[in-house]
């Protein structure tokens, strides 16, 4: 092999390991490039992932539907602080006998300024919802009853009607309250009274469906049937579990409040009723009745009670004149001496008509709800009514914010927004030291005299009618002027029984 072959096979050789170099040089490329396309792609999915993440905690979660309440009580599972006794009690079981819970609703925190309601924070393992608020949002609508016109209209449309527009109100409260105005019976011996009423138990699920967690039985209307049917009622409110205040199987129990926690925060309820035909309704020591307040005795001992054992105490009374829109110095001086005693709010009904608010020492009072879901008179006063929204803390403090609502045949509707803001204006007129803004929200304002819309009538207003048998309806009656005197000593209920034959039990109290 001569000297060029020689120099031709290295240089092949050496060409071929420079292509062997650059093909491996070329490879190793092509492997560190696919790697990095492969590291920048798992990264960005990383960073997508993780930033989809963040994103979901802060979407709300999608609204749960809402299933009927059963008959039997069918409802979530709630937590229920056990009831305390008060200084009257002796250990009888109170109106937590059910062993229902009550069922835990989650408040959005919103303005009750006619806005859709909020999406509910997802439940925990243990079938209640979970907030980390430290206030708790409760929401209070006037008289309610099933009887008469109301129960027609219901059994033709539903026995969900009346709640068919004020569903997305009442169920996003913590705990909504209601003033039930009516025995819940199929038995009983009608009373010697003008006005009588007696509703379905057949209404109470769809009441609980609503949102209505607890109700004051302490009115003037719960022993229109008897004892038998006071105490269907009790038994029907427990089995749909519908917390109830004002009554008892006997004293002890119907001064005994009610005592429902919600976001770490203790709400003690209590019901009284200054409004009975005669002292036979009060209760007493073995006998089912009234928790009366025409004397203040065992009200201030329960309020002193509760004040021990709950962070909130929350006073809900039955009283005033009817159809009076300005309270009456009877009203003014209950409500001083609740909130005196340790109530922290007080929430009022019976005059068929709204009355105005009150601060008193920081603790607010609304003096009368008016008519939620009620029989229609030709009044126009009574067809105006409000969901009433508390939203309070754990040290004692409470906002109010009141949405304006329209009732008429048992179907109330929130009004529309010119006629709310003139409802503001009112309210602000009979009210003693608050101030409506046009957003709904109740502050405190200059003291003064409430202004009443309503005119004294010339000479005495006639008797009240019973209801056309067939309409259900009622003359409107002129109303007397509300008291402004102080009264030489504590008033009492007349204690003669009534003289008129009782109506129809459908009749139509005005």
Not at 76 to 104: F, I, L, Q
Request: charged fraction near 20%; proline fraction near 7%; aromatic fraction near 6%.
């Amino acid at each position: 092999m001569n000297r060029l072959q020689k120099e031709k096979i290295v240089i092949e050789t050496r060409a071929v390991k420079h292509r062997d170099v650059n093909k491996i040089k070329r490879n190793t490329w092509i492997t560190l490039g696919i790697i990095g396309l492969v590291t920048i792609a798992c990264f960005s999915y990383l960073l997508i992932w993780l930033f989809g993440k963040d994103s979901d905690k802060a979407l709300p979660a999608p609204p749960a539907a809402t299933a009927p309440a059963a008959a039997s009580g069918g409802t979530t599972s709630k937590t229920e602080v056990a009831k305390p006794s008060n200084a009257a009690a002796s250990g009888n079981a109170g109106n937590g006998t059910s062993s229902n819970g009550t069922t835990d609703k989650p408040s959005d925190g919103s303005n009750l300024n006619g806005q859709a309601p909020g999406t509910k924070p997802a439940a925990n393992s243990s079938g209640s919802t979970s907030t980390n608020r430290s206030s708790v949002k409760l929401t209070f609508v006037g008289d309610v009853m099933f009887a008469g016109n109301v129960e027609q209209l219901l059994i033709k449309n539903g026995w969900d009607y009346p709640y068919r527009y004020m569903k997305e109100y009442l169920e996003k409260a913590d705990i909504t309250v209601a003033n039930l105005e009516t025995p819940i019976s199929s038995r009983g011996t009608a009373q010697s009274k003008d006005y009588i009423y007696r509703s379905s138990p057949e209404a109470l699920p769809a009441l609980k469906d609503a949102g209505i967690d607890l109700v004051n039985t302490a009115n003037n209307h719960i022993l229109d049937y008897g004892m038998d049917a006071l105490l269907d009622t009790m038994d029907a409110l427990d089995k749909v579990d519908i917390k109830w205040v004002g009554t008892g199987r006997n004293i002890d129990e119907a001064y005994r409040p009610v005592i429902m926690e919600r976001n770490g925060i203790k709400i003690a309820f209590l019901g009284f009723s200054r409004n009975a035909p005669d002292a036979g309704w009060y209760a007493g020591k073995q006998k089912p009745g009234v928790a009366e307040t025409y004397s203040t005795k065992l009200p201030l001992e329960a309020i002193a009670n509760a004040r021990e054992v709950a962070d909130l105490v929350v006073v809900i009374t039955h009283w005033g004149i009817e159809r009076q829109d300005v309270a009456a110095k009877e009203q003014t001086d209950l409500a001083h001496k609740y909130i005196d005693q340790g109530a922290d709010l007080v929430v009022a009904s019976h005059p068929h008509v709204l009355q105005g608010f009150e601060q008193y020492n920081g603790k607010w009072i609304a003096y009368s709800l008016g008519n939620f879901i009620f029989t229609t008179n030709a009044e126009p006063m009574t067809w105006e009514t409000m969901v009433l929204d508390a939203e309070c803390t754990k040290d004692r403090k409470c906002n109010l914010q009141m949405l304006p609502v329209l009732t008429k045949g048992a179907q109330p509707v929130r009004m529309p927004e010119a006629e709310g803001l003139k409802l503001f204006e009112r309210m602000s007129r009979i009210s003693f030291n608050a101030i409506v803004a046009n957003d709904g929200k109740i502050t405190a304002g200059p003291t003064k005299q409430p202004i009443s819309d309503i005119v004294a009538p010339a000479k005495p207003p006639a008797a009240d009618k019973p209801a056309d048998k067939k309409t259900g309806e009622t003359k409107p009656v002129q109303p007397t002027k509300p008291s402004t005197q102080q009264p030489s000593q504590t008033p009492k209920p007349n204690t003669a029984p009534a003289t008129t034959k009782p109506s129809q039990s459908g009749a139509v109290n005005p």
